[in-house]
């Protein structure tokens, strides 16, 4: 049973006013984040497309840097209570407004949640349905539609908060989100929703089979802004460094967080079983929970010496160390609880500047790796890892061709412009 707005039967008209900017509320998890530049990036180009947008973001910032990419973006930017204790006052305050202003949607609305509640009994779904309510009361009355990134937290949020004010709603789906949420909650949000996107084949073919109305559900693939990335670097001069000596010592990148589902520990098991004479330097750009567990495995390993742990870091010094590397590699896993990658942006970043990438068949990595072709892929064990890895850091001819092959799929396949024209399209139709 769905709570959202009552339909009257009519469909929005596909002409839409080009002259009258789309205004919309733009939800997501926290802002600005480092390892969320797919968010920032899309956001940006909907405001070079003139939408008028406003974001609201559930916890502030924790990152201790920001990109140049967030500078560019003058949104205003308003934060919900990250926990309603800290904010008492002004979530009692909305509840308040919204008795007066919009008693009946709070009612309806109140009740649905009643029933996802009695589903998962836990204090962060009296988070969500508090924060929606601050977001419902204090939404601008002119705008008509809400757009949430990520189909868990934020799109309740989102969802409840369009409930209670009678509005349309839609989203952007991309990893952990398809795949940790109840299928009871996922096929609720998605009849609810006038519209979905999501960033991979596999995560919208998932959504598909859960949606009563399969055509809700778009392909959008992030893509890459490529005008934000400085041309490659010519990798001729890399042809000597094969690992056979010190001198010619093979460079490998990884940026990712230090999360279960990144596989950083098979990556050191791997590691650790090169060839002696293999010379290697593996650079890590990222931070997370398995920070301490991880360096401790590689102490372990005796791989301290070998390996650089430069923490989290804005998007200029990631590129900059993609040009310098020889090597990209991205171990990603299914976690324990069902999280995964999508298409890690952090891919095509690497492909951008022509360097060769090692990664694994999971998710919608193979959607834009071919193995063999535009990198090489394992099934993610650590025996498999390392095979590949010895492979291509011998082998300077292979990396040089298979960075020239990603680099060019690149271009040819996932730039941004056609994913960012779909979705104003989408958005257009349902803030109609």
């Keep these: 049973m769905t709570f959202g707005l009552e339909k009257n039967g009519s469909e929005p008209s596909p002409m839409i006013t080009k002259a009258v900017p789309i205004k919309l509320a733009v939800v997501v998890k926290g802002y600005p984040r480092l390892s969320e ?114 189909l868990h937290t934020p799109a309740s949020v989102g969802r409840y908060a369009a409930a209670i004010r009678g509005i349309g709603w839609g989203f952007s789906a991309h990893a952990k989100d398809i795949w940790t949420t109840p299928e009871w909650e996922k096929r609720e949000k998605l009849a609810d929703a006038r519209f979905g996107v999501t960033c991979t084949a596999v995560g919208a073919a998932h959504l598909r089979g859960l949606a009563a109305d399969p055509a809700r559900i778009d392909l959008v693939y992030h893509g890459l802004d490529l005008g934000r990335f400085p041309a490659p670097p010519d990798r001729a001069d890399a042809l000597n460094r094969d690992g056979s000596a010190p001198t010619l010592a093979v460079e490998i990148l990884s940026v990712g967080r230090l999360v279960e589902k990144k596989g950083y520990d098979r990556l050191l098991d791997a590691l650790a079983t090169l060839p002696d004479g293999l010379h290697w330097r593996l650079v890590h750009i990222g931070s997370g929970d398995l920070k301490h567990d991880l360096r401790a495995q590689a102490d372990r390993l005796g791989l301290s010496d070998r390996i650089d742990w430069r923490g989290a870091q804005d998007q200029a010094t990631v590129i900059e160390a993609l040009r310098h590397a020889d090597l990209f590699v991205l171990t990603s896993v299914v976690a324990g609880d069902g999280d995964r990658d999508g298409l890690p942006n952090v891919l095509m970043e690497a492909a951008s500047q022509r360097l060769a990438i090692l990664s694994t068949a999971v998710s919608a990595i193979p959607e834009f790796i071919t193995d063999g072709t535009h990198g090489l892929l394992t099934d993610g064990t650590p025996p498999a890892i390392a095979a590949a890895l010895e492979r291509l850091a011998t082998d300077p001819a292979l990396r040089l061709r298979l960075g020239e092959a990603a680099h060019a799929r690149l271009r040819a396949e996932f730039g941004m412009t056609a994913g960012i024209d779909r979705l104003v399209r989408r958005l257009e139709e349902a803030a109609a």
């Excluded at 990250?82 to 309806?108: K, M, S």
């Design 37 to 150: 530049t797919f968010i920032a990036q899309e956001i940006l180009a909907l405001q070079e497309r003139g939408v008028d947008l406003a974001i609201w973001s559930l916890r502030h910032p924790t990152d201790g840097r920001r990109h140049a990419l967030h500078d560019r973006i003058t949104a205003p930017v308003h934060y919900l209570p990250e926990y309603l204790r800290d904010e008492p006052r002004r979530v009692l305050r909305a509840l308040g407004r919204l008795l007066v202003r919009h008693p009946a949607g709070l009612a309806r609305t109140a009740l649905g949640w009643l029933r996802d509640l009695w589903r998962d009994r836990t204090a962060n779904r009296g988070r969500r349905f508090g924060q929606a309510l601050v977001l419902a009361a204090e939404l601008p009355a002119d705008v008509p539609f809400v757009y949430v990134h990520f």
